[in-house]
């Protein structure tokens, strides 16, 4: 079974660019959380998506969205990005969110904006 | 709000000795806890999850973590660490349905030394 795959793996932006990261789960799991890690504030939690619908949402911008789409495949876009958006970004997939159910993260996208 | 506090940032042993990460949290209710490794570049891997019952639990790769109520701890442990377990190590709690949300701790980064 395939684990979690993140497009692009590396991507360089300059401040006040666009840029969107792609994830695409596990096969069969419907849920899709995103998490950005950096150095000064730690692992972060962005969203999660669930059937399409968002679920869940942490404490950032607005500048920061997500969807999913039918197939559970998830995207999410920075707009007018800052250098404080430079981070490793991370995709996660489960079943369903629930203490039962375990999260699989995939290697991330590291963004570094310039 | 829930948090996470781990107070060591950088732990050194020797190869074959034994090992104690510390993890306290911050929850208002029965948490569901998580212990995650991330090895360079790479994603994180679930270590183990308590969410009820048996306050010892048991993960892969031969390691361990305790919950104590009373401390507000879940401290993970490891009899013999191996060369191969240096990386970073993080602990997290979960939301109020289990692995949605996760907040997760400042982490420590473990160096094994021959």
């Known amino acids: 079974k395939a684990g979690v795959t993140q497009t692009p793996r590396y991507l360089i932006k300059t401040r006040g660019q666009q840029v969107t990261l792609s994830c695409s789960p596990i096969s069969g799991h419907r849920s899709v959380s995103w998490y950005q890690q950096t150095p000064g504030q730690g692992l972060q939690f962005l969203f999660e998506?669930?059937?399409?619908?968002?679920?869940n949402k942490g404490n950032f911008p607005g500048r920061f969205s997500g969807r999913q789409f039918s197939n559970s495949r998830s995207e999410m876009n920075v707009s007018t990005l800052e250098l404080g958006d430079s981070a490793l970004y991370l995709c996660?997939?489960?079943?369903?969110?629930?203490?039962?159910?375990?999260?699989?993260f995939g290697s991330g996208t590291q963004l570094s904006v310039l | 709000a829930q948090s996470v506090t781990q107070p060591d940032i950088h732990i050194t042993v020797s190869e074959g000795a034994s090992l104690e990460l510390r993890c306290n949290y911050s929850y208002g209710a029965t948490p569901y806890l998580f212990w995650y490794v991330q090895s360079p570049g790479q994603g994180l891997q679930l270590l183990l999850k308590y969410f009820s019952g048996d306050t010892l639990v048991q993960g892969i790769k031969g390691f361990e973590a305790e919950f104590k109520r009373s401390q507000s701890s879940f401290n993970l442990r490891k009899p013999s660490v191996h060369w191969s377990d240096a990386a970073e190590y993080f602990c997290?709690?979960?939301?109020?349905?289990?692995?949605?949300?996760?907040?997760f701790g400042t982490g420590t980064r473990l160096t094994i030394i021959p």
């Open positions: 997290a709690v979960g939301g109020h349905f289990g692995n949605e949300k996760l907040t």
């Open positions: 998506y669930f059937s399409e619908t968002q679920r």
């Open positions: 996660a997939s489960s079943s369903n969110a629930g203490a039962e159910e375990k999260l699989f």
